[in-house]
T-cell receptor
Framework: KNEVEQSPQNLTAQEGEFITINCSYS?????LHWLQQHPGGGIVSLFM???GKKKHGRLIATINIQEKHSSLHITASHPRDSAVYIC?????????????FGQGTILTVHP | DGGITQSPKYLFRKEGQNVTLSCEQN?????MYWYRQDPGQGLRLIYY???????QKGDIAEGYSVSREKKESFPLTVTSAQKNPTAFYLC??????????FGDGTRLSIL
C-alpha cells in the first residue's frame, strides 16, 4: 500500500461543477502539499498546509490531521482547470524536505 | 523572473550511452532535487542536495549520478547502468521550509 493514496484516479466534469479530490496518507507528516501538473509536464505548487483550510481563488484545500486526510476542492470548474493534481507529504522528522507523492488525479473539465 | 530551467525538453539516448540532464535555478535556493515520473506512478526521488558540494541518494539512485559544484546548478547523469531510463525527469529546488519549486521537466527516451 502506498503511503499517499489519491482518489479518484480519473475525474471528468462539466464546466461549472464543484470538484473534490481526496488524499489519504498513512505516515506522520509535517506538511501536505497540493500540486498541479500541466499537460506539458511542469508542476506548480498550489497549497502547503499543516492544519485547517486554505483558499486561493476557486481552489480550497482542507486537512484533517487526526484522520490523515486532505481534500482539494475546485468551485465553478473551468476547462483550464484540466490538469493532473498531485498530493504530496513531508513525512515528519525529515529535515531535507523529502516529499512522498500520490499517483495523481487526472481531471478533465469539458465545456 | 526567477525560476528553474531544465534542458533539453526532450532527449534521446542510444543504448549504452550516458546522458546528462541540466537543471539551473536562479532562486538562490540551497536545496535541489531530482525526481523521476513514470506513467501511473507518483514521483520518486533520485538524488537531492542540501548544500554545494554535498548530495545524497534518494529512493531510486541506482544508475544515476549527480554533482553540485555550484549553488545554482544540479546536473543529473543517466548512466548506461540504468536499465530502464525512459521516463519524465523533474528538477526542483527549495529554500528552508518553503514549498519546492519545480522545473518543466525533461522527457528521456531510448532509441
Amino acid at each position: 500500500k502506498n503511503e499517499v493514496e489519491q482518489s479518484p484516479q480519473n475525474l471528468t466534469a462539466q464546466e461549472g461543477e464543484f470538484i473534490t479530490i481526496n488524499c489519504s496518507y498513512s505516515v506522520g507528516i509535517s506538511a501536505l502539499h497540493w500540486l498541479q501538473q500541466h499537460p506539458g509536464g511542469g508542476i506548480v505548487s498550489l497549497f502547503m498546509l499543516s492544519s485547517g483550510k486554505k483558499k486561493h481563488g476557486r481552489l480550497i484545500a482542507t486537512i484533517n490531521i487526526q484522520e490523515k486526510h486532505s481534500s482539494l476542492h475546485i468551485t465553478a470548474s473551468h476547462p483550464r482547470d484540466s490538469a493532473v493534481y498531485i498530493c504530496a507529504v513531508n513525512a515528519g522528522g525529515t529535515s531535507y524536505g523529502k516529499l512522498t507523492f500520490g499517483q495523481g488525479t487526472i481531471l478533465t473539465v469539458h465545456p | 523572473d526567477g525560476g528553474i530551467t531544465q534542458s533539453p525538453k526532450y532527449l534521446f539516448r542510444k543504448e549504452g550511452q550516458n546522458v546528462t540532464l541540466s537543471c539551473e535555478q536562479n532562486l538562490n535556493h540551497d536545496a535541489m532535487y531530482w525526481y523521476r515520473q513514470d506513467p501511473g506512478q507518483g514521483l520518486r526521488l533520485i538524488y537531492y542536495s542540501q548544500i554545494v558540494n554535498d548530495f545524497q541518494k534518494g529512493d531510486i539512485a541506482e544508475g544515476y549520478s549527480v554533482s553540485r559544484e555550484k549553488k545554482e546548478s544540479f546536473p543529473l547523469t543517466v548512466t548506461s547502468a540504468q536499465k530502464n531510463p525512459t521516463a519524465f525527469y523533474l528538477c526542483a529546488s527549495r529554500m528552508g521550509p518553503q514549498p519546492q519549486h519545480f522545473g518543466d521537466g525533461t522527457r528521456l527516451s531510448i532509441l
